[in-house]
């Protein structure tokens, strides 16, 4: 029975799926990113355990709100037989509907989140209805950090924060700063560390990209190749400073 019931939801859900990528034109690829002749992106998704850990909100959500509404269903009913009955076919739908909603959004959530790394930048994307493309290049990348709650612990994933400038804050200010553009969230990871250090190394190799003097050695006289008239002219200049000292 519970693998009919599971069948039937994803035969759904397919549907569901098909028909926003087809009618809303919702991408069912991960973004792309500009890139030079020979330069490789990687493209990635959250971890199951993230998918997981978002069912377990909305079960939690589930009971809370559903709990509440057949409380309030029964005490009506209790207070007003006919009331009861007449309110069924309503309390059955605010308490069936929205849970069947949530429940798909949540697959879509995790379905339609892409996150894409290149050599010179980061490209997240998320949404359903409304699609939100953020891109980070690494010049701007002030700080990359990891977030892990306990509730997230306990599905093994956590979460990669990049901050760029303006972005930095206390836990209470990163959702302002990410909605000001000033972070980017890579959520539900299960290798967060891995990512973490592969946006640090992107962004070491970034800033030192083009600079021309990477392998320079260093010291005043790094790169100077003075020339006998150079040496003559410093000298003249030198002699005349004396020159006038001692007048």
Not at 67 to 73: H, K, N, R, S
Not at 119 to 127: E, F, H, K, P, T
Not at 155 to 174: H, K, L, M, W
Not at 175 to 202: K, T, V, Y
Request: proline share 5%.
């Amino acid at each position: 029975m519970s693998q009919r019931v599971e069948q039937v939801s994803q035969w759904i859900y397919q549907g569901l799926w098909g028909v926003l990528t087809h009618w809303f034109r919702v991408p069912d690829r991960p973004p792309t990113l500009p890139t030079e002749a020979g330069e490789a992106t990687q493209s990635f998704q959250p971890a199951q355990g993230f998918l997981r850990y978002l069912k377990f909100q909305f079960w939690v959500a589930l009971i809370v709100v559903d709990g509440l509404l057949v409380i309030g269903w029964l005490a009506l009913g209790v207070a007003s037989p006919l009331a009861g009955v007449l309110i069924t076919p309503l309390a059955l739908f605010l308490i069936i509907a929205p849970d069947v909603v949530a429940y798909l959004a949540i697959h879509l959530r995790f379905d339609t989140t892409w996150y894409v790394v290149s050599d010179r930048s980061l490209r997240i994307r998320r949404g359903i209805w409304i699609i939100h493309e953020t891109t980070i290049t690494f010049e701007n990348v002030q700080n990359v950090t990891i977030s892990q709650g306990p509730l997230q612990r306990w599905f093994g994933i956590a979460d990669v924060v990049v901050e760029t400038a303006g972005g930095s804050g206390g836990r209470s200010e990163q959702h302002a700063a990410f909605a000001a553009g000033h972070q980017g969230l890579i959520e539900g990871l299960a290798n967060a560390p891995q990512i973490r250090d592969l946006i640090l190394s992107r962004l070491r190799r970034s800033r030192s990209a083009g600079l021309g003097d990477e392998h320079a050695p260093r010291g005043c006289s790094a790169g100077l190749a003075w020339s006998p008239a150079h040496l003559a002219c410093l000298r003249e200049i030198h002699d005349a400073v004396r020159g006038l000292a001692s007048r």
